[in-house]
């Protein structure tokens, strides 16, 4: 068991549940020859043996206990409002042929029998009832897709599970088992789509070698239904072909970009479309020509629209020669172009205004760009919550951001509803994930992160989902359905984010990462080149007090929000103490709700993640008669690594606050364990992630 089989395992059942599995599958009826069909009834096989020892075999005919996998063209008169479900949904329902029992999977496409024959296998392994089902289930959001941060050069931008699983040297002749296994894992949690390349990306993947060998990936995933897109680098006319310029209003440009969509429409037929980074971060976009972001959407957006593909451009901008909080600048950039992008770009906006942190207020564009379809980036790769080893279960944050409430149209104008398009009437959705896969073993750099990469499927197929819904399946399907088992793992698993946010970014801090690798705290950095990529630009903690006024008396970023918002974070009393250093400057005496003060407060978060981490350490241990060997000890050692950082972000922190505010520890607080110095001496030359 070294995690590669992800939540695919099918271990054997104990045999009372497999006697259940096996009088529910006692054969699979699945009339028809699609690969997308024979990738489902090979899953169902290869689950089913697993499971109970016993493959059942493939049938013309419904038979007693059969899986029953129909279409309307190879069922006409299925029992089931079809309409309902959709290209990708689906039905399960317990229901009987000719007098005989048999379990219906029923959908428009072979694609959702896929979904479903995932969906049935999930309550097989987590230990569900299998009888009397009656399920629907179809996602409500059109595009959910992984966003590979990865590098030609193997290398992954913010990986911290090894080097690129796209072997480009070896594409487009030799395509590896692993891409197949890559295939399953995301279809079984409903993921439709995959940008294969960095959104800081290089002009050659857009070359003849390149496009083969992105075609060649595309063959293997289209039975699973995952579409192929490529992230674009906007000077890649100039780069590869010479041309003189990148303004998006000149028709050489404009010819150029639709010649290579053609191109790439002719060995990809449904090729997604591209992704954009654009005058962002040093990138070169449409605003080097004096352009705006829209005219440059629009421009790829019309080279691809003949062929059906869509311009999913990205709102993390910020520049250095603007002066306001880098928290506003997406909106500011954005919202005006409201209702000029055409109806085939998306805009892709990441949960927060900053980076990515462990907690953010959900970004200011969401809701506040009616006329346009907006979807979510998230990051499943943590570059800001622990890397690979610590164990931050981000569930409970996907959660929060979109059952957060943007009153854009009222009470109860979610963020969810603004990337399902209800709230705005918008045909065009989607969900981004960035990924945390790469060649390791285990794919996702420890087994537990396997687990964000599950969640984020499952809940952009299902944005109600909640995040403790999803640690469960996992867990009974990772380790096994034993409760006793699922219960304490699922615990664990449901604190610990939050236990990241104490013992990094206490009460609504944020970006006190260290400089590149943002690996382990550096809130007294305050030498980097341009301001906000400075720890001390978003704490601006001084001897009086600490936290980013973004009230009317500071960057007034609060009016970025809908009026009930704004209202209740301008002052600190209606602000939840989670973010109130995000949009507060406080003195360190303010008194927080639990009485104590604002400092004290800071110092009781700290040592409340230290102590989690050791909780975790504890329901771990008590785990070992249970788990396998070789997961038990990978996850043991990691939570000794988390345990040891938690303890270093918190000394950390503390000293360098301390060493601002020359205040007491409140009583019975440690002091850190070295001086400020050494932990700014610390340097970490090689970390991961980093290029
Ligand atoms: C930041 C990462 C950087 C990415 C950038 C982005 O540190 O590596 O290129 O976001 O999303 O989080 O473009």
Do not use: C
């Not at 311009?311 to 600048?329: E, G, L, S, T």
């Not at 942190?357 to 346009?372: I, S």
């Not at 922190?653 to 700014?680: M, T």
């Amino acid at each position: 068991e070294d995690g590669y089989d992800l939540w695919l395992r099918y271990a054997p059942a104990d045999a009372a549940r497999a006697d259940v599995i096996s009088r529910h599958a006692t054969a699979i009826v699945a009339p028809g020859d699609s690969a997308t069909l024979k990738a489902a009834t090979d899953e169902l096989q290869r689950a089913v043996a697993g499971m109970t020892g016993t493959k059942p075999a493939l049938s013309a005919a419904p038979s007693s206990g059969a899986l029953w996998l129909a279409t309307p063209k190879t069922a006409p008169s299925l029992p089931v409002k079809m309409q309902a479900l959709g290209p990708e949904g689906y039905a399960i329902r317990s229901t009987q042929v000719e007098g005989k029992p048999v379990t219906l999977i029923a959908a428009n496409s072979d694609i959702g029998l896929l979904h479903g024959a995932y969906h049935w296998l999930r309550l097989a392994q987590t230990g569900a009832n299998l009888d009397a089902l009656d399920i629907m289930s179809a996602p409500k959001i059109g595009l959910r897709l992984l966003n590979h941060w990865d590098n030609l050069n193997g290398t992954v931008e913010r990986g911290y599970a090894g080097q690129s699983i796209w072997d480009w040297w070896r594409l487009p002749d030799y395509k590896g088992p692993r891409y197949t296994d890559y295939a399953r894992a995301n279809a079984s949690i409903g993921i439709n789509g995959t940008v294969l390349n960095n959104v800081n990306a290089k002009a050659d993947s857009l070359t003849a070698p390149y496009i083969a060998k992105a075609a060649a990936l595309a063959d293997v995933f289209r039975p699973y239904g995952i579409k192929v897109y490529l992230s674009v680098k906007w000077t890649a006319p100039m780069e590869l072909d010479g041309l003189k310029t990148a303004d998006p209003m000149d028709p050489a440009v404009a010819a150029w970009w639709k010649a290579k969509a053609d191109e790439i429409y002719r060995a990809i037929p449904d090729f997604g479309g591209f992704l954009v980074k654009a005058n962002s971060e040093g990138q070169p976009g449409p605003q080097d020509y004096k352009r705006t972001h829209a005219d440059g959407a629009n421009m790829l957006a019309a080279a691809v629209k003949p062929h059906g593909g869509i311009i999913m451009w990205r709102a993390f901008v910020y520049a250095h020669d603007n002066p306001d909080d880098r928290a506003k600048q997406a909106y500011s950039d954005f919202k005006p172009l409201d209702g000029q992008f055409a109806d085939n770009v998306i805009v892709q906006v990441k949960n927060g205004a900053i980076d990515f942190q462990p907690r953010e207020p959900f970004h200011p564009l969401f809701g506040a760009m009616p006329k346009t379809p907006l979807m979510m980036e998230f990051q499943i790769t943590k570059e800001y919550l622990g890397q690979s080893t610590h164990l931050t279960y981000l569930g409970p944050l996907f959660q929060e951001v979109l059952e957060a409430d943007t009153y854009a149209k009222g009470k109860g104008s979610t963020v969810a509803k603004v990337i399902d398009g209800s709230l705005d009437g918008h045909r065009l959705t989607g969900i981004a994930g960035v990924a945390n896969i790469g060649v390791d073993r285990d794919w996702s750099g420890s087994i537990f992160n396997q687990a964000d990469w599950y969640a984020f499927g499952r809940m952009a197929w299902d944005t109600g989902l909640s995040a403790d819904a999803v640690a469960r399946e996992w867990a009974a399907m990772t380790f096994s359905p034993d409760p006793r088992v699922v219960d304490p793992v699922v615990a664990m698993m449901m604190g610990s984010r939050e236990a990241a946010v104490d013992y990094m970014t206490p009460l609504g801090l944020a970006h006190v990462m260290a400089t590149g690798h943002h690996y382990g705290p550096g809130p007294w950095i305050s030498n980097l080149a341009r301001p906000e990529w400075n720890p001390v630009y978003y704490h601006k903690a001084d001897a009086a007090g600490i936290g980013f006024d973004r009230t009317r008396t500071g960057s007034d970023a609060v009016s970025q929000y809908a009026p009930p918002l704004a209202r209740r974070w301008a002052k600190p009393a209606t602000t939840p103490e989670q973010d109130l250093l995000w949009f507060h400057h406080l003195p360190w005496t303010y008194r927080l709700k639990s009485g104590d003060t604002l400092w004290d407060g800071m110092v009781h978060h700290y040592d409340r993640g230290v102590a989690y981490v050791a909780d975790m350490q504890r329901s771990w241990d008590s785990l070992r008669p249970l788990i396998d060997a070789e997961r038990f000890a990978q996850t043991e050692a990691f939570l000794r690594i988390q345990r040891r950082e938690a303890q270093w972000w918190r000394d950390a922190s503390i000293a360098y606050f301390q060493s601002v505010n020359r205040l007491p520890l409140p009583a019975g607080a440690a002091a850190p364990e070295h001086d400020l110095n050494w932990y700014k001496a610390l340097s970490f030359p090689y970390a991961p992630g980093h290029n």
